[in-house]
């Protein structure tokens, strides 16, 4: 891939709301270009989404619990663990699911609107599957930092207002 | 004036808005937790002086004994002191392209030089031309004090142009202060050392340091590279007016050093970003500016406002609270110039473009007003 697309990824990455115009400032090329790009890296599904990293503690809507469940999975042949990882994406309260190495296999985010709920679910739908062998629950208590991006952090600029 | 009002956007600050990296800061604070608070040698941590030897052979191809030709400073500022006053004779002059950093002429003042000054223009794309060099010399020139990448400016000068200089220098048998210390903020390929022009060793103090590439300011680290001579020379002022630089610092720099290229390159790749962004938008509201190539400030003429430097920075701080600084703080050919630093993040220069066109639009109007009246 080129040098150009790159530096367009990390900027994009960085943050999506930056406009085609700033971007093609930024990069010196034309904003039919830089338009195009980004079409042909959502195309290629190098770009996957546009998401926002909100901290829903400061909201009113803050009763969402999310946990962590290590998974042990007996592999099959042929497809690893590749079909019953896809199977576990499934289900919507699944927010993330990474093959590990390690003592367990598979890491599984799962965000509940309460622990009881997460629990149960944790139980009958994660547990109960073919080839899952075990589950560990832990419960995410508070988030620092999240995608590189500290949720409290002193951010006054210490600089003099001039200087030489 | 600027530091009282809320709000501010500040464009003035000469340091980067990154803070320095974090595996710097840790390696500080490990050293700390291991006791190392003692003075060092006067010259600097030998493996500091090591590691600066290593760099500028990596980068620049330069060869220095760490033992002999390296010092260790108070940042880059007290080696131009202390080399001025070392090398200078009373009355000697000491030329120095403008506009320049605000303490050559006061420093050569200091250690009794005359200093005489050498216009730089926006034509040139402020370079120093050699012909203007050649212009300013006279029997009494000893010293030529420049920086490039320059601030305010954000010139720089490529192999050829410093060869140029480089030859009228050894013609008139001068010595050469080069201050580089934003070697590393070249965004049109590889900084020129000018020390490793042929013939060029002998005759130059190479002056650099940490604060501007590393991001630390507040840390005051910097070095001279030169001769054995002149090194003994600064290091007796030095060991009598500072003993050395604080340990912190050095252990900070040597982490630098050793691990912080990565850094550096991501900082950089961040500044040429905005580069494009703050000089495109002041060319745009038709504040002119050639590209800079280094460093990180622009440099606009401000002259097609009818307002002098100071004028227009005061006006446009107060009307607007954007910060920048004038021109002339720099030498009186930077007059009809303002420095803006780019070191601030894509929102606020963005936010400080847009209030600054907002100010222009303003300002054109009541010009209009005013000639309708007349």
Known sequence: ?164 | MASGIKGIISLGVGESDFVTPWHIREASVYSLERGHTNYTPNSGLPELRQQICRYLHKKFGLEYDYSQEILITVGVSEAIDIALRCVLEPGDEVIIPEPCFVSYKPCTLMAGGAPKTVSTQEANHFKLMPEDLEEAITDKSKVLLMSYPNNPTGAVMNREELEAVARIVEKHDLLVISDEIYSELNYNGDHVSFSSLPGMKERTVLLNGFSKSFAMTGWRVGYAAASEDIISAMLKVHQYTIMCAPVMGQMAAIEALKNGEKEVKRMKAHYDQRRNLIANGLNQMGLSCFEPKGAFYVFPSIKSTGMNSLNFCEELLKEEKVAVVPGDAFGQCGEGYVRCSYAASMEQITEALNRMERFLQRQQKQKKIFALNN
């Open chain 1, 1 to 164: 891939m080129d040098d150009m697309k790159i530096k367009l990824l990390q900027a994009l990455e960085q943050n999506h709301k930056i406009s085609i115009k700033t971007l093609a400032t930024m990069l010196k090329i034309s904003e039919k270009e830089v338009k195009e790009m980004i079409e042909e890296l959502e195309e290629a599904k190098i770009i996957l989404g546009y998401v926002t990293l909100i901290d829903w503690e400061k909201t009113d809507n803050n009763d969402n619990v999310t946990a962590i469940i290590d998974v042990k999975v007996t592999p099959q042949r042929d497809v690893g663990f590749d079909t019953i990882a896809q199977r576990i994406c499934r289900f919507p309260e699944v927010k993330s699911v990474y093959l590990m190495s390690g003592s367990y296999d598979l890491s599984v985010m799962i965000e509940g609107t309460s622990m009881k709920k997460v629990a149960f679910f944790v139980a009958e739908k994660l547990a109960s599957l073919e080839n899952v062998q075990s589950t560990a629950t832990h419960f995410v208590l508070k988030k620092y930092k999240q995608d590189g991006i500290v949720f409290e952090e002193d951010e006054n600029d210490h600089r003099l207002v001039i200087s030489p």
